[in-house]
């Protein structure tokens, strides 16, 4: 398997020297990315996916060790191959197999390690930039997702608090934290799988800034337009997104019921007000003690290095063209047409991130037509 991805890379640099101006350059070699060089090959589009990871695998190879296939909240299938199924197969081992399988067996044209660092316009050209090589485009589709951008709130008294801190992204796994005594920050899905893996083997302590919204019903495919249209709505009218995720409510899982039994589940504690060295400290005064604080609180959409473009509007969001009739494929950017977004506002899901690939070659292979024409 590796022989022929290597072997994809070496033609890729010797092409990469070659070209002087490619039709489209795909940033990221996620879900979105993968899906997006599959439709632009489909389309004809020459084009070549820049990917900031050593190797294959997106977001998923930095995924903590304890996840296994039976608890992520699902893989959508890469167009023309399923995605794994459920297993006990670590997370963070059958996705990255899954997508270097995927690349070689499609051809796709990956160069990493590239980390972007600014995408500059010239003239009719955008100019991604990576430290000292630079490529040329006619169009730009922008597949990085939010895990290089976490949320991680600040809190007065971080500075002195005498235990760790972790975020989502550098979550060390249960083993590493049986025992302590844990404040898990966050009304997510990753907050509750958290805590359905510590609350057994160590001291849980839940705090939220909102209530959490506990889901009682099935998700069907009504909720998840509905939602999906609220997240359109913010990012057509130029607002910062909201989660596609984070809106559909939470759900306790088999491997939970035991942190359930727990009660590690009721009655979470509303946000604190500082950090001490001790631990947590609310406004009346009390203190819970606390080894670690694990936040849980999300991710930010990693779009920073598209800054000098200009995308933003005057909401702080990038707004996006909307297309009618199909609430996932949002992609365009309003200020710069030759911008795509893929795993920005909508199509933020494995299942959107593919179907916004889908619109995004087509916009793009439209658009280098009629340049040519």
């Given amino acids: 398997m590796w022989r022929g991805v290597v072997a994809a890379y070496l033609s890729v640099r010797g092409r990469s020297g070659s070209v002087d101006v490619w039709d489209s350059i795909v940033i990221g070699a996620g879900q979105g990315g993968l899906a997006a060089s599959y439709f632009l090959n489909q389309r004809g589009v020459d084009h070549l996916v820049l990917d900031s990871n050593p190797r294959p695998g997106g977001a998923w190879q930095h995924r903590w060790d304890s996840l296994t296939m039976h608890e992520v909240h699902g893989v959508a299938d890469l167009p023309g191959d399923p995605a794994p199924g459920r297993s006990s197969e670590r997370a963070n081992v059958a996705v990255p197999n899954y997508f270097a399988d995927y690349e070689q067996r499609h051809e796709l044209r990956v160069v990493r390690p590239v980390e972007v660092t600014e995408v500059t316009s010239a003239g009719a050209?955008?100019?991604?930039?990576?430290?000292?090589?630079?490529?040329?485009?006619?169009?730009?589709?922008?597949?990085?997702?939010?895990?290089?951008?976490?949320?991680?709130?600040?809190?007065?008294?971080?500075?002195?608090?005498?235990?760790?801190?972790?975020?989502?992204?550098?979550?060390?796994?249960?083993?590493?934290?049986?025992?302590?005594?844990?404040?898990?920050?966050?009304?997510?899905?990753?907050?509750?799988?958290?805590?359905?893996?510590?609350?057994?083997?160590?001291?849980?302590a839940w705090v939220t800034r909102r209530p959490p919204v506990w889901r009682t019903e099935e998700f069907g495919p009504q909720t998840g337009l509905q939602i999906v249209t609220e997240v359109e709505k913010r990012v057509v009218a130029g607002l910062p997104p909201s989660s596609v995720v984070g809106a559909t409510g939470l759900m306790l899982r088999a491997h939970e019921q035991e942190a359930a039994e727990l009660g590690a589940y009721d009655d979470p504690l509303p946000i604190f007000e500082r950090l001490v060295p001790e631990g947590a400290q609310w406004a009346d005064g009390t203190v819970e003690a606390a080894d670690t604080i694990l936040w849980a609180t999300g991710f930010r959409s990693a779009v920073d290095h598209l800054e000098p473009l200009g995308l933003r509007g005057p909401l702080g969001g990038i707004p996006l063209e909307r297309v009618p009739g199909n609430v996932q494929a949002a992609t365009t950017a309003v200020h710069d047409r030759r911008v795509h977004l893929i795993g920005y506002g909508p199509s933020a899901s494995t299942i959107g991130a593919s179907r916004a690939a889908r619109r995004a070659a087509l916009e793009v292979a439209q658009q280098v037509t009629d340049r040519a024409s």
């Fill in 125 to 204: 050209l955008l100019v991604v930039h990576a430290g000292e090589r630079a490529w040329r485009t006619r169009t730009l589709v922008n597949a990085t997702g939010t895990w290089t951008s976490p949320n991680w709130p600040r809190y007065p008294g971080a500075e002195v608090f005498r235990g760790e801190q972790f975020h989502t992204a550098t979550y060390p796994g249960p083993e590493y934290l049986r025992g302590k005594r844990i404040i898990v920050v966050g009304a997510g899905a990753s907050a509750v799988q958290f805590i359905g893996e510590l609350a057994p083997i160590a001291d849980v």
